[in-house]
Structure formats: C-alpha cells, structure tokens
C-alpha cells in the first residue's frame, strides 16, 4: 500500500494524566520534566494541528530536526537514516518506537496495529509519554500519555522497536547504545585499531562511505576492526574503512573506539611471533585461535585485495623469507593449497 495511505492504530481517546503536562506553540499548557531535544520540540511544534499519517508525519519530524531521511522501510528504513536500535530501558526523549511484523517491514506491509510514535517521556517498564499522528483515525497530532506499545503490540501478535536518531535526543553521548563523546572526536589514521561501541545492537558495515550505500554486514559491539582509510566526511558521518577478523568496509567513526596501544588480544606471543618471521621457505604452519578467520591479501598491505579467509587452525606453508613489514604488521608469503598470498604473521604459528 502507498506510504499516503498507510494507517496507523486505532484507539480509544485517552485522558492526559495531571503527572505528564506538556507544551505547544499554539498556547496550550506547559512542559515536561527533561529536555525533550530536537525531534520531541518539533513533534510539539504540531500538537493538535493535522500530520497526516503517523509514518509520514514521523519521517517530517525527523528530516525537519536533524536533516536525516527516513527511508521507505518499516526497520531499514531508520538504519538508512544512521539509527540505532535500543532497548526500552536505554530509550530516551526523541527516540521512534515502531510497531510492525518482522515478516513482511517493506514499504507496502500493512498490518492491523501497525503504528510508528516519538517518545516525550521514559517512564520505565517500557511504558512511555509519546507524541503520534493518526491515533484516532483523524490524522491529527495527539499527546499518547502512559503508552504501552508492547501491550499493543502483543495483542495483535506484532513486534516493538525502538530506534535513537544520532542528533534527535537530549543528550546523544550520555544514551548507552552509541559510543562515546570522545570517541566522535577521534582522529583516526591508517592502521590504528578500535573496537565496535553500537551495544545493544550492531554497526553497519557498507560497501563504500555514505548512508546510501549497502550493507554487507552487521558487525556487533566488541568486533575489533584496523582501520585501512578515511576518515572522510559524508551524511553528517566521520567513515573509515577498517578491516575486521572475517571482511572489510566502511562505517561510521562515530560507533568506533580507539584501542589502546598495545598488540591486539589475540596476538601470539613474541617467541612465537619470532619462530614465523624467521621461518625458511616452506615451513609449515598453522593459524593461531583468533576470532575469526585470517584474511589473506594478494599484496602485504591491510589495503591488498583479499583472496581468502583462512578458519582457525588452518595448516599452510611460509612461502617467503623475509617478510614485510608494513601498516603495522608483518607479513609472509603463504600457501595452503588452495589460496596463496599473504598474511599476518603475528596469527601464524610454526
């Protein structure tokens, strides 16, 4: 069904609560206790005036505050505008709940229930102050005091998400699911390392920099990633490329923490470092215990085309003597029989 006809959920009018009063441009009664930031002000801006439907009138409230697009899917659609998906204890003035089926969030899903709301207030227990359009089938602009979407939700067998807009809240660096503030300002170079902040949810990881471009992946909080280029500026984001344990690409720097100086956790030892970076032509070896699998690059450079993934305990043979050192590694010509190039040597052992 066309976005301009999607409806939203019907329900009953509800009286405000003398705890939650809330303000409008129009003259009408007061405030909240916090800080709404900027997409709650805007929501407020159009209390009791028409918004059309409740997805439309949301995708206007946030393009107007934070200059970001929603896009036209019911969960992709808010990861195309930065979003991060957090829990009902971590959300916070500003964040959109969205309720829909899993299933089927595709632009032309609609479902009985199915309904999309700015959240005012956190009053805990996944109860919220919300601001919404369409509540009553009017299309208009209505405070939804002591909202319950999980109720709603579970009574029509639907799912709840809760999703922060970078730039939409009160107070951004203080929301437990981004990185912190000092780790916007980080000025990464090539070879530094850092670890994914996106908790609870997980960091897209794109073909090329920019909002608009796909996604290859979802890397989780802790992933440990080096960084191969960038930073560069783009859709209101720092992107760097970084290369992870299993793949490579580019995300927002926002979501990175700088690592400390030292080696990474799953290094080998510095005996067992020297035994590869010594090893003659055609010692056999093996990959040590990492996360993931050990990229192989056609060149010895974090930034050579990778032409294999080699699995924990993988046998191969050392291909060259010496080896190179380069973006902060050392690397040696190998072969396992199927795949040649080269590798880390700091996730070899003999």
């Not at 299933?103 to 919220?128: C, K, M, R, W």
């Not at 999703?163 to 929301?175: E, F, K, M, Q, W």
Request: aromatic share 6%; net charge negative.
């Amino acid at each position: 069904m066309p976005t301009s006809v999607r409806r939203c959920l019907l329900i009953l009018p509800i009286a405000l609560v003398a705890a939650a009063i809330f303000a409008s441009p129009g003259g009408a009664t007061a405030q909240t206790s916090t800080d709404n930031g900027p997409i709650a002000s805007t929501a407020l801006q159009y209390l009791n005036t028409h918004g059309g439907q409740c997805w439309t009138f949301m995708r206007q409230v946030v393009k107007q505050a934070t200059g970001r697009t929603v896009g036209f899917d019911y969960r992709q659609g808010f990861f195309d505008a930065g979003a991060v998906e957090v829990t009902a204890a971590q959300a916070q003035n500003g964040d959109i709940i969205q309720i829909d089926n899993d299933a089927d969030t595709s632009p032309s899903s609609y479902v009985d229930g199915q309904h999309t709301a700015i959240i005012l207030e956190n009053l805990g227990g996944g109860v919220f102050n919300a601001i919404d359009s369409n509540q009553n089938w009017d299309e208009m602009v209505r405070l939804r005091p002591n909202y319950n979407p999980y109720a709603m939700a579970a009574a029509k067998g639907l799912q709840v998400h809760i999703y922060h807009i970078p730039g939409g809240g009160p107070a951004d660096a203080s929301n437990g699911n981004l990185a912190s503030a000092s780790t916007s300002s980080t000025s990464w170079s090539v070879g530094d390392k850092g670890t994914v902040e996106a908790d609870p949810g997980c960091l897209n990881l794109r073909a090329a920099a920019g909002l608009s471009e796909a996604v290859s992946t979802c890397l989780p909080t802790g992933t440990p990633v080096t960084v191969l280029a960038g930073p560069m500026s783009l859709d209101g984001y720092e992107w760097i490329q970084v290369q992870t344990p299993s793949t490579s690409g580019w995300v927002a720097a926002l979501y990175v923490a700088p690592s400390a100086s030292s080696p990474p956790a799953t290094t080998a030892s510095a005996s067992t470092q020297a035994v590869a970076s010594t090893a003659p032509l055609g010692t056999p070896a093996h990959v040590i215990d990492t996360p993931g699998c050990l990229n192989v690059h056609a060149t010895p450079a974090l930034l050579g085309t990778n032409v294999g993934c080699l699995a924990p305990g993988s046998p191969l043979t050392v291909m060259s003597d010496p080896v190179v050192s380069a973006d902060g590694y050392t690397w040696a010509h190998i072969t396992n029989g199927f795949v040649s190039g080269y590798a880390a040597t700091e996730f070899i052992v003999n």
